[in-house]
């Protein structure tokens, strides 16, 4: 049995993804299983129930016995501690090459320079996507509008602009509709606490020896987040004691005006604000106009 998992924080693409692949795989019987490293946010959720599945089970370790497959990720810090004992037997993914991870063998290692990690899927399916259901194309449509945030994201390729427009076609879905459904999904954070929404969507990147753990939280609704921006920043310096990173950063995306607000908790990020982004920090907040992608805009561009 093959054990399926994208990172922790999953999101839209890691949850599906795994989803997909297991399908894929079972049409070549092969036996495997789809795993969440944790609860998936809430447009992850609603998509699942949106095309009926249910939440994949939650994988909490892996082992020297376990074979797996690694999606929407290949760093180590985003998978389990065990991961590098465990048998790596493939990695389907669109992120930069980290490093870190040991296998017990030459894998296959699939990574495109695409948006999201269901699109590099599709791809390597050829011919056999036409005979998926319409519940694993609706899954990669979802992954693609999630990732892309419906083709605002400086992420997004032809590829996948083709490639979704096509599938919602096939799906007779109008495809700002069913964005707007899941960005309204993902904008209902009503029941997160604030340690929960840092963790929500983040992952850990050090610069030049400095720890940060990097969240972002896409809405179309930030002034509910942002509401409650004194009892965030409180939290930061917890999340951060707790979590092992010296910092916590989080970028509230506003997916209708493109724009990010990132929150100021102290000094240290105040420097890093104005070295990164160009910008003046007077206050608590600040302003990022056109920053919308971890990937691309954000991660890439952290100074110390």
């Known amino acids: 049995m093959i054990k ?15 989803i997909i ?10 036996e495997a299983t789809p795993y969440v490293l944790g609860e998936p946010n809430t447009e992850a959720a609603f998509v699942l129930t949106r095309w009926g599945y249910e939440t994949p089970a939650l994988l909490q370790e892996v082992d020297a016995d376990d074979m797996v497959i690694i999606v929407d990720t290949n760093n180590p810090a985003e998978l389990p501690e065990g991961i590098n004992d465990a048998t790596v037997i493939e990695i389907i993914d669109h992120h930069m090459l980290v490093g870190g991870l040991k296998t017990k063998q030459p894998i296959n290692i699939t990574i495109e320079p695409v948006a999201a990690t269901a699109t590099v899927m599709a791809n390597m399916m050829g011919d056999d996507l036409a005979t998926a259901p319409d519940s694993i194309k ?14 605002r994201s400086p992420t997004t390729t032809d590829v996948d602009v083709s ?5 919602a ?28 929404l840092l963790r929500l969507d983040s992952k850990e990147y050090a610069v030049d020896g400095t720890k940060f753990r990097v969240s972002v939280l896409e809405t179309t609704s930030p002034e509910t987040v942002l ?5 965030l920043i409180d939290t930061m310096s917890t999340v951060a004691a707790e979590d092992g990173v010296d910092h916590v950063l989080l970028f509230v995306v506003d997916i209708l005006k493109e724009q990010a607000t990132l929150l100021i908790p102290n000094d240290m990020v105040k420097q890093v604000a104005e070295k990164s982004f160009d910008v003046s920090v007077t206050g608590d907040n600040v302003i990022l106009p056109g ?3 971890r990937k691309k805009q954000i991660i890439p561009n952290l100074a110390v």
């Open 4 to 18: 399926i998992f994208g990172h922790k924080a999953p999101d839209t693409d890691a949850t599906g993804s795994a």
């Open 21 to 30: 692949w297991s399908w894929f795989l079972g049409t070549k019987d092969v």
């Open 138 to 151: 609706g899954l990669i449509l979802s992954c693609i509008l999630s990732d892309t945030l419906e083709f």
């Open 163 to 167: 490639l979704a427009k096509s599938l």
């Open 169 to 196: 076609e096939e799906l007779g879905l109008d495809i700002s509709a069913y964005a707007a459904e899941m960005f309204a999904a993902k904008s209902d954070v009503s029941h997160y606490m604030d340690a929960e």
């Open 227 to 231: 509401s409650r921006k004194a009892s």
């Open 291 to 293: 920053v919308v992608s």
